[in-house]
């Protein structure tokens, strides 16, 4: 079984590094998220979002529904803690 695991692992590698082989360099301007997503947002936020801040258009109206998720994960982390940390009161249960 360990060995079929091994196995799997490998594999999994070697199509992970395969796959990585034709993404652009770093900070590539040639890049297509640099060449036909960026100049998008760059010039049409203001208009579409009427967000003076293209920061805040691309977090608060392109990418809200992922901001959110964000949120919550970072919310459910902090009540996890707070309630993991918290001192327990003289006869409460647990």
């Not at 652009?24 to 036909?36: F, M």
Request: a negative charge; one cysteine or more; hydrophobic letters at 45%.
């Amino acid at each position: 079984m360990k060995v079929i695991a091994l196995i799997a692992v490998i594999m999994t590698g070697a199509l992970l590094i395969y796959g990585v082989e034709d993404m652009p360099g770093w900070g590539d301007p040639n890049s297509p998220a640099s060449s036909h997503v960026s100049p998008q947002y760059i010039q049409q936020a203001t208009e579409k979002t009427a967000t003076p801040n293209i920061v805040t258009a691309v977090l608060a109206d392109y990418r809200s529904y992922d901001t959110m998720g964000e949120t919550v994960v970072v919310f459910t982390a902090a009540i996890g803690c707070i309630l993991m940390l918290r001192k327990k009161r003289n006869g409460e249960g647990g």
